[in-house]
């Protein structure tokens, strides 16, 4: 019928969306360090000099890259708890970070790479801490 205007052929040229890969870099700060093992994340040096020269980084140890295809790859930069299986840590934010920025911005993880940059010794030093008796 000429006068029946299907509201769903229309749709395919409304616009393009296009994600920031800052906005991934925050999705992906944020997980990573919600899990457990990660003691912090580590700046890199471009982080450090951006920090010398008075700009913060809320979302350092983190970088992204998104390719042609709209492929996205990250690459993090961590400390980690002293005593934490280094291969479950990396697995488990690999995991965790890859099904929170695909399904958030429907864009494929193509690689998620963990650079382990050092261990964290505190949490073991504030545990001895509470272990000794007062006086």
């Known amino acids: 019928m000429p006068g029946d205007m299907n509201p769903a052929a229309d749709n395919d040229n409304i616009g393009e969306v296009k994600i920031s890969a800052d906005v991934i870099t925050v999705i992906a700060h944020t997980v990573a360090n919600e899990v457990e093992g990660v003691a912090s994340m ?4 471009a982080d450090n000099i951006s920090s010398v020269l008075g700009r913060k980084s809320p979302t350092k140890g983190v970088k992204v ?3 042609d295809k709209k492929d996205v790859t990250i690459d993090f930069y961590i400390v980690v708890d ?21 399904s958030m911005t429907g864009m494929n993880v193509a690689a998620i790479n963990i650079h ?20």
């Not at 580590?42 to 040096?45: D, G, P, S, T």
């Not at 382990?116 to 006086?135: L, Y």
């Open 65 to 67: 890259e998104i390719d």
């Open 42 to 45: 580590n700046a890199k040096i």
């Open 82 to 102: 002293y005593g934490a299986r280094i291969p479950d840590v990396a697995w488990r934010i690999q995991e965790q970070v890859k099904s929170a920025v695909e």
């Open 116 to 135: 382990v940059e050092g261990v964290s010794f505190e949490k073991d030093k504030e545990e001895q801490k509470s272990d000794e008796p007062s006086k």
